[in-house]
């Protein structure tokens, strides 16, 4: 009982602040499930199940998408939300049960995480203000419930640890530099876009740390620069087995479809009025023009209050904490900044930038620094508590008065994983989106489904028998004929081998849908597909597993080199 005592009383910040935000997840616990725009969640999750119960780690290829041709799917597409969601699924919960549990945990975590940057830097009434700001703001509501964004849901979520541990490194708290690292490799495999806008941000909020930390030593500043160096190229060396196929094999499928078009970036520019001051609800897409309908507001709470932090703080003349606030508050003005039509000259000369795709996902990180600055308002009431309990206590109203609404779906659906990979369901779900990962030697994407067994395209050939894995295929064969042409209803994808009794056969792809087709001689033959890894596979996967390794072996030395 006495630890129970002793545990509430010494989080209780943090235990307040779970209860306070389970109205933000609360509509997600009941059997069924909602609509949102990416309504793919469940057939990836689906899709990786395969892969893990296949043997095929880390996944990259899935058999069902692409109409059933399969194509490189987690090749490109960050897979650590799914990996989590897989473990609650791998245990006993259904796909959509384990989808909405993915996205709970997103809100839970990102609370947790902001909680412990804010209390790092504000102490714990300053970290439940930050945490619960961060926890009610209008773009997570968007994120989970309109868009159905799970990687960027995750983002929300890993982002506070990014900068914490990062903090926390600089200030020499041991094993700083493990955390550093899982969370750096974390964000990078939880949402590509996202982690590629944090390092601008990152890169200043390092620099700024290691300034004032080491403003009196040039020594100082290198010896935590090198730490910083060290924590990024671990986390690196983690999450190399995504990152380095997915830019160097990048020109491998069409990606030209995530930026023309629709997802063409001048169309979703943010005007000044939606972004401050609109508080309208909805659930449709981002158009061009100021009528979008969906809510892409930062919040008015949550650029109101760093703005009132930052004035009163340079009034009442409190240098250092001003430093900090006015700069987390820059940064927060500069992701909005980002998202409006005046930032067009900076998209058209950075062309990288056009892979973000929508100029309002810098709403993100606009959150996340308004939300730590507002944490440092309660540093205004330690001399005064009872004003300060005051505050807080109307602070919380508010915030549950205007955003608590945001949270919740715009219809439920009494819909099981039976019914979901099913009929037209499953068929949709198989060709959303088919061009985004479909690799360059298909000309275009197929119009039917993938047939059950390989084409004859000449010769005589019965198939006996076969089976299908997730990156493999084998059929057995007899062919009557001298020769015959077969072909498999797989796309081809550097790495695709075809064997027949062990002895690898040369391949064509030269058709409309590029198919793998190969030439197969008479009598019975055991056919082979499997998919190997690249050369920059293989180097990724070991440079993971090295990074992995290397987890252990710290932890074991970490009180004796204090990192």
Not at 233 to 247: K, M, N, Q, R
Not at 293 to 299: A, C, K, P, R, W
Not at 391 to 400: A, E, G, K, R
Request: charged fraction near 15%; hydrophobic fraction near 50%.
């Amino acid at each position: 009982m006495t630890r129970v005592k002793n545990f509430f009383k010494n989080n209780f910040f943090l235990v307040l602040l779970f209860i306070l935000i389970i109205p933000t997840f609360r509509p997600l616990v009941r059997p069924g499930y909602f609509p949102m725009h990416d309504d793919m969640q469940a057939m990836r999750l689906l899709q990786l199940d395969k892969c893990v119960k296949d043997g095929q780690i880390p996944c990259r290829w899935v058999p069902d998408m692409g109409y059933g041709y399969g194509y490189p799917q987690f090749n490109y597409y960050a897979p650590l939300p799914y990996y989590i969601m897989e473990a609650f699924h791998l245990s006993g919960f259904g796909f959509l049960d384990s989808v909405k549990i993915g996205f709970i945990l997103s809100i839970i975590v990102s609370a947790i995480g902001m909680y412990f940057l804010g209390s790092s830097l504000w102490g714990k009434t300053g970290g439940f203000v930050s945490a619960f700001l961060y926890s009610y703001a209008p773009y997570k509501a968007v994120d989970i419930y309109v868009r159905g964004a799970m990687g960027e849901a995750w983002a929300f979520a890993i982002l506070p640890f990014v900068f914490w541990s990062a903090f926390y490194l600089i200030e020499g708290k041991k094993k700083s530099l493990m955390w550093f690292a899982l969370s750096f490799s974390a964000l990078f495999t939880s949402h590509n876009i996202s982690s590629f806008i944090t390092l601008p941000f990152l890169a200043v909020w390092i620099l700024f740390l290691l300034f004032i930390k080491s403003k009196d030593s040039p020594f100082e500043f290198k010896r935590f620069g090198l730490k910083i160096f060290l924590g990024l190229a671990w986390g690196f060396s983690l999450s190399a087995f995504f990152l380095l196929p997915a830019w160097f094999e990048k020109n491998l499928v069409h990606i030209e479809t995530l930026l023309g078009g629709y997802f063409n970036y001048i169309n979703h520019f943010v005007g000044l009025k939606q972004l401050l001051f609109e508080t309208q609800w909805g659930y449709g897409t981002s158009e061009v023009g100021p009528y979008d309908d969906l809510l892409l507001s930062v919040g008015l709470v949550h650029w109101i209050l760093p703005l009132i932090s930052v004035a009163l703080f340079i009034f009442l003349k409190k240098k250092r904490e001003s430093r900090l606030i006015l700069s987390l508050a820059v940064m927060g003005w500069l992701g909005l900044f980002m998202t409006h039509p005046r930032s067009a000259f900076f998209w058209e000369k950075i062309f990288a930038l056009s892979y973000i795709q929508f100029p309002w996902r810098f709403l993100l990180f606009s959150t996340f620094f308004f939300a730590i600055a507002s944490g440092s308002l309660v540093l205004l009431f330690k001399k005064r508590s009872k004003l300060g309990k005051l505050w807080l206590f109307f602070f919380v109203i508010l915030i549950f008065f205007l955003y608590r609404n945001y949270f919740t779906p715009r219809v439920w659906i009494n819909e099981s994983d039976q019914e979901k990979f099913s009929g037209e369901s499953w068929q949709r779900q198989q060709t959303i989106s088919i061009f985004d990962y479909l690799p360059v030697y298909a000309g275009k994407p197929p119009g039917q489904p993938a047939p059950d067994t390989p084409s004859i395209l000449a010769g005589e050939v019965n198939i006996l028998d076969g089976e299908k894995g997730t990156d493999w295929q084998k059929w057995n064969m007899e062919v009557g004929s001298d020769n015959a042409e077969v072909q498999l209803p797989l796309f081809y994808f550097p790495g695709w081998k075809v064997m027949i009794n062990g002895r690898q056969l040369p391949v064509r792809y030269d058709n409309s849908l590029g198919l793998i087709t190969f030439e197969i001689y008479k009598g019975q033959q055991l056919v082979e597909a499997r998919l190997f890894n690249t050369p920059i596979r293989a180097v990724s996967n070991i440079l993971t597993l090295m990074g992995l390794i290397l987890i252990p072996i710290y932890l074991r030395k970490s009180i004796k080199l204090n990192l």
